[in-house]
């Protein structure tokens, strides 16, 4: 049986259990005036148009930053870069992070090139996938027409524009976690239900919800704090009082640890970085903030609410235009339509899942844990089905929809415009060094002239730090492999005697002679037969800063050893 819960008052609730065939009104024809103002002649009562709708602005959403973001860029940010050089071999982890981001940028760069573009699109391309699964969940508590209105919004966050450009961890989380809420909800709708003959049906549901659990630890540790709030909000729920519905999560559990034990048993191998680099990041470690986790605790909530703030002045935009229009209804003497019935709303849900996840954080900062602010990257992708209650008391859905779509798009292209000033022509107009503005293809060029006056072999290794060397080895002919610092336990793809056979080239951005060099990075630079510095604009003002790299040439000692 299902629990009747009480609903936040004016959203409309579809009664579908899939979600996608909630099909209000969908063979009516509108009128006129109703469908006056959405392109296309769409209707928002029509349950069919509101998904093209929405596929349609997701679409918009994924090409629209993927090509700008590539028109404005040089280089991509650094961790993208990082993404392209720890793809250079799968593995159960790496030294930082699980291994699924790169797994996923690996499998797009295997089908459409190692590019810089391509690392943008996968980033936006797992934006977008959560929000295909958060519009799935919309469906299962709201109409159609608010289920795209609330992927609208969302599409405002910081996260899922500006920084979803951004091929790391936080973001190409963002799709297991969508994955995860939205399996989490079917499967505990699916025990209040009570299916008859379903039971395999229902074992089902809790395999995939333990394999999407897993996917969330494997792209980020910080998947805990779901878990931990996806267990309270079913420890109150009604549906789960039982044991034959905990024997539900017992099982996806046990499926969860299963998934997880190659990268369990990577963690813990003798001398792994990995847990000594998680310990470092929940002592604030990994940054140079030098603040107590007072402080730290308050500059997490002040960057969240920036990050958040382009959904709320959309929000704020789109409730005073639909202000104004209910004005001029009233004083046309148009009647407002009904507001649908309600039931079995799961707004419990999207309050656990769209508040809990920084209350948890915030408390963990109280404890003493020092925060890190793009820890709160995946917590508001339900913020936009909760934005709805504010738009609870708007009747008229072509309306609502119209007037969404066009203040969404608005905002999404002046948040882009924004992007593209601030990437390489915005840093070059007003001569800075940025990584959006590096020159990455002259110098890869610039070092491919160098190797091949004083190597006898093609270039296959390049050593130095990630986002030096990773953008030399993207933008060289002959993609080289990355050594890290020269380090094995940060390049497992880097073999024994591979330097040595191979031959090397060395890179060393001038600014970091200032500091002692790794041991390993001096001591290979001592056996160098040849040693120079290249020196070359940042920008493409003339008197702007420059770039300089000081390299040095390894030589091959047994080519015929080294693997193509």
């Known amino acids: 049986m299902w629990t009747n819960r009480p609903a936040m008052p004016g959203l409309e609730v579809t009664r579908a259990s899939s979600g996608a065939d909630s099909n209000e009104s969908a063979g009516l024809t509108a009128s ?3 469908q ?20 349609g602005f997701m679409a918009f959403h994924l090409l629209m930053w993927t090509v700008l973001a590539t028109l404005s860029h040089r280089a991509p940010p650094w961790d993208n870069v990082e993404q392209l050089v720890w793809q ?45 699964f958060i519009w799935r969940i919309a469906l299962l508590v709201t109409t159609p027409a608010r289920a795209f209105v609330s992927v609208a919004l969302s599409s405002l966050l910081i996260y899922h524009g500006v920084h979803g450009i951004m091929a790391n961890h936080n973001t190409i989380q963002l799709m297991p976690v969508g994955l995860l809420l939205w399996l989490s909800l079917l499967a505990v709708r699916a025990q209040g239900q009570g299916e008859q003959g379903g039971q395999m049906q229902q074992l089902g549901r809790w395999i995939l919800v333990g394999a999407a659990a897993a996917l969330c630890l494997l792209s980020k540790y910080s998947a805990l704090i779901w878990l931990a709030v996806i267990g309270a909000w079913m420890l109150q729920d009604a549906r789960m009082r039982s044991w034959r519905a905990w024997g539900g999560v017992g099982l996806a559990l046990l499926v969860c640890a299963a998934l997880m034990l190659p990268h369990i048993d990577w963690l813990l191998r003798e001398g792994s970085p990995g847990l000594a680099y998680a310990d470092r990041a929940v002592h604030g470690q990994n940054d ?7 402080g730290r605790l308050f500059k997490f909530l002040v960057i969240q609410l920036g990050r958040v703030l382009p959904l709320l002045i959309g929000l704020g935009l789109l409730l005073a235009w639909l202000k104004r229009g209910e004005k001029s209804a009233l004083g046309a003497g148009e009647a407002s339509p009904p507001v649908l019935a309600e039931s079995k709303s799961e707004w419990t849900f999207v309050l656990f899942m769209t508040l809990g996840p920084v209350l948890l954080t915030s408390l963990v900062g109280v404890a003493g844990v020092r925060l890190g602010s793009a820890w709160a990257a995946t917590f508001f992708v339900m913020a936009g089905v909760l934005a709805l209650y504010l738009l609870r008391h708007q009747k008229d859905k072509q309306q609502l929809v119209r007037k969404a779509l066009w203040v969404c798009v608005g905002m999404e292209l002046l948040l882009a415009l924004g992007m593209v000033i601030g990437g390489a022509w915005g840093a070059d107009r007003i001569g800075h060094a940025a990584r959006s503005n590096f020159p990455a293809a002259r110098l890869a060029r610039k070092l491919d002239a160098v190797w091949a006056e004083h190597a006898r072999t093609p270039l296959r290794v390049v050593i130095g730090e990630t986002w030096l060397a990773g953008n030399v080895s993207v933008r060289s002919k002959t993609q080289p492999m990355v050594f890290i610092d020269a380090d094995p336990q940060k390049s497992p793809w880097i073999k024994p005697h591979m330097v040595s056979d191979c031959g090397a080239l060395l890179v060393i951005d001038r600014r970091d002679m200032a500091n002692p060099l790794d041991p390993r990075v001096a001591a290979l630079l001592e056996q160098a037969a040849s040693t120079g510095t290249l020196t070359l604009p940042w920008t493409r003002r003339g008197n702007g800063p420059k770039l300089e790299v000081q390299w040095a ?8 050893a080294c693997p193509l």
């Open 288 to 294: 140079a903030d030098d603040i107590d986790h007072w």
């Open 32 to 34: 006129p005036s109703v």
């Open 553 to 560: 040439v390894l030589e091959a000692k047994n080519p015929s």
């Open 36 to 55: 006056r103002g959405l392109p296309f002649g769409l209707d928002a009562a029509n349950a069919q148009h509101m998904a093209w709708l929405t596929w």
């Open 88 to 132: 250079q071999s799968l593995e159960w982890g790496y030294y930082k992070h699980p291994p699924f981001p790169t797994w996923w940028v690996y499998g797009w760069t295997s089908l459409l090139g190692r590019s810089m573009w391509v690392t943008f699109f996968a980033a936006q391309l797992s934006v977008v996938l959560m929000q295909l």
